[in-house]
């Protein structure tokens, strides 16, 4: 994953959405100028709700986003490709977050695919050990799920946890890479 200091400078340059297929369903992505800003997840069972994506974006990323009348192929392919195999190497812009967000979600980045990380050893790994519940706000506050695969962060007393779409689509995409909890 592309460092957040990386993200060029975009005034004026207008965030756009595009849908994309993931392991958890149909994703609505926000983009600008090559970045990803925002993804969410569409709940399970659920119609795409363009809607409910904009307010997402306006309330939790703070910026208005539009439809992408010709989404560019190549991100598109590469933010498909990076949701199907869970590769995190897919541009990101995390600047809505706090720099200890931030270098929480970078680290989350690093987990690889089929393994897990508790929210304490995350907190362990960014120099804060005491500061688990913290790593959970990130955890919860991130803009890009699946691209910074917070699902491969689990409680220590075990389980999924919690997860912004639910439980179940957690375990999902766990199961999906093969972790047995």
Same mark, same amino acid.
């Given at each position: 994953?592309?460092?957040?200091? +990386?993200?060029?400078?975009?005034?004026? *340059?207008?965030? @756009?959405?595009?849908? $994309?297929?993931? /392991?958890? &369903?149909? %994703?609505?992505?926000?983009?600008?100028?090559?970045?990803?800003?925002?993804?969410?997840?569409?709940?399970?069972?659920?119609?795409?709700?363009?809607?409910?994506?904009?307010?997402?974006?306006?309330?939790?990323?703070?910026?208005?986003?539009?439809?992408?009348?010709?989404?560019?192929?190549?991100?598109?392919?590469?933010?498909?490709?990076?949701?199907?195999?869970?590769?995190?190497?897919?541009?990101?812009?995390? +600047?809505?977050?706090?720099?200890?967000? *931030?270098?929480? @979600?970078?680290?989350? $980045?690093?987990? /690889?695919? &089929?393994? %897990?990380?508790?929210?304490?050893?995350?907190?362990?790994?960014?120099?804060?050990?005491?500061?688990?519940?913290?790593?959970?706000?990130?955890?919860?506050?991130?803009?890009?799920?699946?691209?910074?695969?917070?699902?491969?962060?689990?409680?220590?007393?075990?389980?999924?946890?919690?997860?912004?779409?639910?439980?179940?689509?957690?375990?999902?995409?766990?199961?999906?890479?093969?972790?047995?909890?």
């Amino acid at each position: 994953m592309d460092a957040p200091e +990386s993200v060029p400078e975009r005034a004026g *340059q207008p965030h @756009l959405w595009f849908m $994309a297929d993931s /392991p958890a &369903g149909p %994703v609505f992505v926000a983009h600008s100028n090559g970045w990803v800003s925002g993804l969410q997840i569409t709940p399970g069972g659920r119609e795409p709700d363009p809607g409910r994506f904009v307010d997402y974006m306006l309330d939790e990323v703070g910026t208005d986003v539009e439809p992408d009348p010709d989404p560019d192929p190549k991100l598109v392919a590469r933010v498909s490709e990076a949701l199907a195999t869970g590769r995190t190497d897919v541009p990101v812009d995390l +600047s809505s977050r706090s720099p200890f967000q *931030q270098e929480v @979600l970078r680290a989350t $980045a690093r987990i /690889p695919r &089929g393994e %897990v990380r508790t929210y304490g050893e995350l907190a362990a790994v960014v120099g804060r050990p005491r500061a688990a519940r913290a790593v959970g706000t990130a955890m919860a506050r991130n803009p890009v799920p699946l691209l910074v695969p917070c699902h491969r962060v689990v409680p220590s007393s075990g389980g999924v946890g919690n997860y912004g779409n639910s439980p179940e689509t957690k375990a999902k995409l766990l199961a999906n890479e093969g972790v047995a909890l």
